[in-house]
């Protein structure tokens, strides 16, 4: 009987929890109206650059590999590719089995940024500050999805494309790959949030480092400053080889086994406490922890005894 009380209490909580959680998802959009945002004129403005796309893979496993694929441009980001990630950020948040995800780049290589034939049309800063926020609006919700990503870097993930990498949980280099912060080399500052994340990431001092140099991060030194999370050797293209991708799904694995509403709860907690108030954060990992005490994976681990020797 006292169990029944408890679950119902914490029943009714969890609902508050919805309310919790969604406060935070609302808070994905950065930019609404109010900051004289208009989602539609912009994403007009980029499907006028067309070519390449983004593709999403969602699997049984609850892992989704999202592609970005612009070979002939080294899978630069053209404008309609900017509306394609939006528009696949808005179908993983709507998948309730998800509990990962996988960014990758098409041809053995992750992205070279923005496509400068785009950048060069819109150079005024009306459209270039529109195009901004339209990607931190997209990266921030790709960040927050309730589910474990990682960037698979091969090759190269320059400007906007080092920027992408840090609007995902972990970061895995292939060998040889190179992770870099052009923009200063550009006359520009990241614009896509990858400034405020790689801070959190690597901390100040090392942002400064890699913003102010323009540095290339290869495996090495990304392991050595906390950017990198694993290095994964580039497979030889033998017939029956694992390929890069499997190698990062294993990686991956270790974070994602298990039921995914656990595993969604488990990133729900860990994006509460980097991003809200403490006291929030407590609230909301208290109602996140109702959503899961007394759930089948619960009752399930506490009827076969386990132990975790
Ligand atoms: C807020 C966002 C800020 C930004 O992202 S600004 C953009 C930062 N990115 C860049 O400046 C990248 C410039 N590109 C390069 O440095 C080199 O192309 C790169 C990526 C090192 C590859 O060098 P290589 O392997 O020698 O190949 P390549 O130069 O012949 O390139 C192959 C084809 O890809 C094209 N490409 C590469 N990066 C691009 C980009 N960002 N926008 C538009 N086109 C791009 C390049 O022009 C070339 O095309 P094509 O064969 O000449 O028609």
Known sequence: MALCAVRRHLLKSSSSCCGAWARLLQRGCVYSS??????????????????????LLKQESG????????????????????????????????????????????????????????VRAISNPQDGMKMCMFMQNALTRLLRLPLISVALVEGRALGGGAELTTACDFR?????????????????????????RLVRIVGSQNALKLLGGALKVDP???????????????PQAEEGAVTLLQRAENWLSHYTNGAAPVVQAVKKVVLSGRELPLSEALRTEKDVFGTVWGGPANLQALASKTKHR
């Open 220 to 234: 090495e030194l990304g392991l050595q400053i906390g950017l990198a999370d694993g290095v994964l050797e580039v």
């Open 172 to 196: 895995l280099m292939a060998s040889g790959s190179v992770i870099q912060f052009v923009h200063k080399h550009m006359g520009l500052v990241p614009g896509w949030g990858g400034a405020a």
């Open 34 to 55: 109010v900051h004289c945002f208009d989602q539609g004129e912009i994403r007009e403005k980029l499907q006028a650059f067309p070519g390449g796309s983004i593709d």
């Open 63 to 118: 892992i989704a590999v999202l592609t970005i694929n612009y070979p002939s441009r080294m899978n630069a980001f053209s404008g309609s590719m900017m509306v394609d990630l939006e528009e696949r950020v808005s179908q993983l948040e709507s998948w309730i089995d998800c509990k990962g995800l996988i960014v990758q780049g098409a041809s053995g290589t992750f992205c070279s940024g923005s496509d400068l034939n785009a």
